[in-house]
């Protein structure tokens, strides 16, 4: 179902679909800035949108187009950014999701589209509501907004962060042996923060060179945003070489437990050889063989396996081929 919210300096107003036409017309009319966040739109209000606001057909064709990769569109009087926010989800094996959010930018208004709850539009509906002064023009809105995008992919990439780091302590400290859907999970959450990162970089960086829409306070604000999302990238690529190192270790942890195994049962196989050696000659039952006619020869005959065989097993202990004597 739709939501509706419109905010403007005199405050923040949730609309009913009837009452969309109606109060954009008012908005429109007073001549200050607004901002309507729609959230799962219907055709018939992105209709309203282009009727009311004289947005171009093209633009709204944009919007209604979902999973689009970040860009921007310039119309008369207006342009479209498609920008991608991320959600984190720590309940999903892959807990990093993208949801497109669609940023129709004209000189009096910002419509912002999106088809789920989004933190960051969230975070601003909450600022102004606490007492945040509303920005006197949409683009300040608009590189708040942003901001707020980036920072949510940030938190993200620190999640993401922290989830390798507890990885590698798991498989290291032996706590985990089998890390490979763990590790499957977190290269899949990079792939999916870091598909949009260049696109999105390259458009913000195109919006804020667009002097007809964009102030240069505004710009400003966007181009720390794209300095954000570089750096964001050699993160991205610095936690995937870290999950790939964690992978290494595991391999390499598994071939030295395997080893360890090897070795163990070849020290058990020699020392169970002398002892199938002594058991093979007095199994041999020829007439004339002293030691069977003996009265403690088979007595003595274990004992002599039991010296031999924890003889040998001290020798292979104190050499620390059975762990650390």
Known sequence: MARLVLTTRRGRQVLSPPDLEAALGAARREGESFWLDVQEPAADQVAVLERVLGLQPVAVAEVRRPSQLPRVEVYPG?????????????????????????CILGPRFLVTVHMREVTAVAEMHRRLEGGAPFPATPDLLLAGVIDLLVKQLYHALDYLADRVAVLEEKVISGRLRNPMPEVTAIRRALVRLRHGLGPEEQAISDLAGLPDLVSEGAAAAMRRAVDLLRRMWDGVEMERDLVDNVVEVYLGLRTDRLNVIMQRLTLITTIFM????????????????????????????????VITGYGMYRWFRARGWFGEP
């Open 78 to 102: 207006h342009a479209v950014l498609v920008v991608h926010a991320v959600e984190v989800d720590r309940e999903s094996r892959i807990p990093v999701h993208r949801v497109e959010v669609d």
């Open 274 to 305: 002398p002892l199938t050696l002594i058991a093979g000659i007095y199994g041999m039952n020829f007439q004339y063989m002293p030691e069977l006619g003996w009265k403690y020869g088979y007595p003595a005959t274990l004992l002599l396996m």
